[in-house]
């Protein structure tokens, strides 16, 4: 199995002044104005908001993105994204309608041969200044050089009733890919109701306990599950899952991605996935 381990830590370069938003507790980010326009607004920010990449174009050449490929720039000076494959983080630098891109920080999985020209590209494409172009809730990102990156604002999912495939561990700064060759029955997953309860797979057992959203947090009761024993590196996974639910948490939603996150700075990151579905995502 592989597990792919990546270290966050990033200097932040200089205040973003293009949006205040912060990040969003609970519901997500907030919603756009639906207005078009050629210049960058503030009415659908920029930082803080989960961006849906549709296609990059490289060279001239245009491609459609992946189910699942997303970028986001925080308030703290990183931008982070997923085009299919592997977690990548860069320093990022707002002023004005001037985005500039660090070099890139990611993981090294296999990737599908096709998801894989498309993540290499869309990298090509997010190096050194860019011109960013907001129009609604889609955002236009052009390289001095003419290669561009297109992306439209994600909308929350529901945090109850929504299927979580859990596809991150994190400690602290730490962020660990649950490893991508667990049995298909096996990848952990996590469904909260409306009844109070969560119910789900932690990576070898299933698991059902109690869930009390409040505000920002959840609380999670004593959790009861299987008790299999499998090989250690899906044991591994299940203990690390299970120790995200165990008592207070701080949640939040960024487009189809879920973080719980502890106290101590552990938790887990998942994604929005079709009901019944395997550990990809969908979009809204």
Not at 146 to 172: H, I, Q
Request: contains cysteine; aromatic residues 2%.
């Amino acid at each position: 199995m592989r597990t792919q381990r990546m270290t966050l830590s990033v200097s932040v370069l200089a205040l973003l002044t293009l949006a205040a938003c912060g990040t969003e507790s609970g519901s997500g980010s907030g919603k756009g104005s639906g207005e078009g326009g050629d210049s960058v607004q503030s009415d659908v920010p920029v930082t803080g908001v989960a961006w849906r990449v549709d296609s990059v174009t490289v060279g001239g050449k245009k491609t459609e993105a992946p189910e699942g490929a997303r970028l986001e720039i925080d308030p703290k000076g990183r931008a982070t994204a997923d085009f299919g494959c592997n977690h990548i983080s860069v320093d990022a630098r707002v002023k004005g309608d001037r985005i500039t891109l660090g070099k890139p920080v990611t993981t090294q999985m296999a990737c599908d041969v096709k998801i894989e020209k498309f993540e290499k590209a869309a990298i090509d494409a997010m190096g050194g200044e860019h011109t960013a172009k907001l129009s609604g809730d889609r955002l236009t990102l052009t390289t001095e050089g003419g290669d561009s990156m297109a992306l439209s604002e994600e909308k929350p999912a529901d945090l109850v009733g929504t299927r979580w495939a859990v596809t991150t561990l994190l400690s602290g700064e730490t962020a660990t890919t649950v490893p991508a060759d667990l049995p298909k029955e096996k990848a952990p997953h996590l469904t909260l109701s409306e009844d109070g309860t969560v119910e789900g797979h932690s990576g070898c057992n299933s698991f059902r306990g109690q869930a009390t959203v409040k505000g920002s947090t959840i609380t999670f009761g004593p959790v009861a599950g299987t008790r299999k024993m499998c090989p250690e590196a899906e044991m591994a996974t299940e203990r690390a899952v299970l120790a995200a639910l165990d008592g207070k948490v701080t949640y939040t939603i960024k487009g189809k991605a879920l973080t719980l996150t502890a106290a101590d700075g552990k938790g887990i990151g998942a994604t929005a996935t079709p009901a019944g579905g395997g550990s990809g995502s969908q979009h809204g």
